[in-house]
C-alpha cells in the first residue's frame, strides 16, 4: 500500500480497518518531506519528533477502539496558527525563534480529534501576499511547475497537500488566501464563514477579515478537516454561538433543483479564456446534475480592491503596533528605547510596511472620513449586494482567479498587479458568506484551474454539497501533480 497515494478519507479507513498505522503513515509524509520540500519549500518546520510521538499515541488510542474524528491522520498548519511547542513565525522575522506555549482554538480542535501535526507551512508574511513571495524565509514553488508561484498567502498549505506532503492542512482566508491557493494548486480550499472558526491563537492581519480555513485533495478530505475544526470558542468575541451541523452527512450529492447564480460581473476583461471555458463547462455540468442555473449581478464588485486594500490595510496598521521587540520575538538593541523599537521594526519585509503606511495613513486625522469610513459603508453596499442575490439563488458560482499560476518573480515589482490576483475572492470576504474553490480543469501548461462556489452565510453544507456533486462527474479529480520530480 503506498500510503502517499491516499487521500485522507481512504487513509482514516485504513486506520479504523488496521491496514496501516499513523506510525506508518506519519513516517510515510516525513519521507515524502524529506524526498520532496527541498525544491518546493512548502515547510517553514517540520515538527517530525512530535508528530511520530503524536502517531504512536493515535495508534494506542486506535486499539483501544476509539474512533475520533481524525484519529491518527497527519496534517500541516500554516504558521500564522500557534502551535504548542512549535514555532510560529507569520513567515516574519519580526518573529524569528517565537515558540508559543499554547495552542490555538482550531490546534486544540484537531488534536481532540486525533490529528498528527506534521509541521508549519510557509505563507506570505502576516498573510500579506498572493503568491507566497512575500515570506521572510524563502519562496514556496507550486508543484505542478516549479517556476510558477503557489498562490498566497496559503501558498505553503496548498502546496504540501497538492504534493502529497500532508492529507490535509489549515490556512487563513483574509481575502482569498485559501481559495486562490486551492485554484493555482489544483486542490480544494475552504473559507467558512466569518466566527465558524475561532480566530483564538491565530496572528492577527486583518480582524474583521481573517478566517481560518482548510485544504484537501478532495471536496470529503476537506470537510471531514472543517467538521473537526469548527465550533464555538468563548475566549473569541467574534466566535458564532451556533450549532455544528454533520457536513459529512450532507454530502449526498444531490443538487437537483439548486438555484445556481452566475454574476456578470466576474466575467471580466482581463480573464484568461482558458479559464472562462473551463469555468462555464464546470456551470454547464451543475445544470446536467438538476440545478437550476441564472445570471444574476453584483454590482458593487467594482469597488471591492479598493475598500479591501483600504480595511485590511488600516486593520493590520493597529495589529502589527504589537511587534516592538518587547513583548514578541528578537529585539534589536538600540541607543535608547525608541530607536531600539525602531530598529526592531525594521525586520518587517517590505510588503508589510507598505501595507502599515498606507494602513496608518488612512486612519490618520483629516483622511479617516474621506478613505477608512467612506470604505466601510461601500463594504455595506458590497454586503446588500449578496444579500440581495442570495434571495435569488443558493449558491454562486465563478472563477476562482482571472488566471493560473504566474510565474515567480513575474509581479513581485508590481504590488497592484499582485493584488489583482485576488480580484474574485476578496469581496467574499468583505462580505459575510463562505466560499470555496474547487479544482475544474487545467489550461493548456497543464496549471489547475478553480470554480469558486459562494454561500450564503453559515451555508457551508450547500457549497460543499455542490462541489462534491460536481467532483463526482470529473475523471481529473484525484489526479495532482507528477512531473517527474514529485
Not at 477608512?372 to 442570495?390: C, E, P, Q, S, W
Amino acid at each position: 500500500m503506498n500510503l502517499t497515494e491516499l487521500n485522507l478519507t481512504e487513509l482514516r479507513t485504513a486506520l479504523r480497518q488496521g491496514k496501516t498505522s499513523s506510525v506508518a503513515a506519519t513516517q510515510a509524509m516525513l519521507d515524502r518531506i524529506v524526498e520532496q520540500d527541498n525544491e518546493i519549500k512548502s515547510y517553514l518546520t517540520v515538527t517530525d519528533e512530535m508528530a511520530l510521538e503524536q502517531a504512536a499515541e493515535a495508534d494506542k488510542r486506535i486499539a483501544n477502539g476509539e474512533e475520533s474524528p481524525l484519529l491518527g491522520v497527519p496534517i500541516a498548519v500554516k504558521d500564522i496558527i500557534a502551535a504548542k511547542g512549535a514555532p510560529t513565525t507569520a513567515g516574519s522575522k519580526i518573529l524569528e525563534g517565537f515558540i508559543p506555549p499554547y495552542d490555538a482554538f482550531v490546534v486544540e480542535r484537531l488534536k481532540e480529534a486525533g490529528a498528527v501535526i506534521l509541521g508549519k507551512t510557509n505563507t506570505d508574511e502576516f498573510a500579506m501576499g498572493s503568491s507566497t513571495e512575500n515570506s521572510g524565509y524563502f519562496t514556496t514553488h507550486n508543484p505542478w511547475d516549479l517556476t510558477r508561484v503557489p498562490g498566497g498567502s496559503s501558498g505553503g498549505s496548498a502546496a504540501a497537500v497538492a504534493a502529497k506532503m500532508a492529507y490535509a492542512a489549515l490556512g487563513t482566508d483574509t481575502g482569498g488566501s485559501v481559495r486562490q491557493p486551492a485554484s493555482f494548486c489544483g486542490v480544494v480550499g475552504l473559507r467558512p464563514t466569518y466566527g465558524r472558526i475561532s480566530r483564538w491563537g491565530v496572528v492577527a492581519f486583518a480582524s474583521s477579515l481573517d478566517q481560518v480555513g482548510m485544504f484537501g485533495r478532495t471536496v470529503a478530505d476537506t470537510t471531514a478537516l472543517f467538521q473537526a475544526a469548527t465550533g464555538y470558542d468563548r475566549r473569541d468575541s467574534t466566535s458564532l454561538d451556533v450549532p455544528v451541523e454533520d457536513f459529512e452527512v450532507a454530502l449526498t450529492g444531490d443538487i437537483k433543483g439548486l438555484r445556481v447564480g452566475v454574476p456578470a460581473e466576474y466575467f471580466i476583461e482581463g480573464i484568461e479564456a482558458e479559464v472562462e471555458t473551463a469555468v462555464r463547462a464546470a456551470i454547464a455540468q451543475l445544470e446536467k446534475l438538476g440545478a437550476e442555473i441564472r445570471p444574476i449581478s453584483l454590482p458593487h464588485t467594482r469597488y471591492a480592491l479598493p475598500v479591501y486594500y483600504l480595511i485590511a490595510p488600516a486593520e493590520a496598521s493597529a495589529n502589527l503596533a504589537r511587534y516592538d521587540g518587547v513583548r514578541y520575538g528578537p529585539r534589536v538593541e538600540g541607543a535608547d528605547m525608541i530607536a531600539s523599537v525602531k530598529q526592531t521594526r525594521a525586520l518587517f519585509g517590505p510588503e508589510v510596511k507598505r501595507r502599515i503606511m498606507l494602513g496608518t495613513y488612512a486612519l490618520s486625522a483629516g483622511y479617516y472620513d474621506a478613505y477608512y469610513g467612506r470604505a466601510l459603508k461601500v463594504r455595506t453596499l458590497i454586503k446588500n449586494d449578496f444579500k440581495a442575490a442570495f434571495q435569488q439563488v443558493d449558491v454562486i458560482a465563478c472563477p476562482t482567479c482571472p488566471t493560473t499560476a504566474f510565474k515567480i518573480g513575474e509581479r513581485a515589482d508590481d504590488p497592484l498587479n499582485m493584488y489583482l490576483a485576488d480580484i474574485f475572492t476578496l469581496s467574499l470576504n468583505l462580505s459575510a458568506g463562505c466560499g470555496l474553490s474547487v479544482p475544474c480543469g487545467f489550461d493548456s501548461k497543464g496549471l489547475p484551474i478553480g470554480l469558486q462556489l459562494i454561500g450564503d452565510t453559515l451555508q457551508e453544507a450547500t457549497i460543499l454539497n455542490t462541489a462534491y456533486a460536481y467532483e463526482q462527474t470529473i475523471e481529473r479529480r484525484k489526479q495532482l501533480p507528477d512531473n517527474g520530480k514529485l
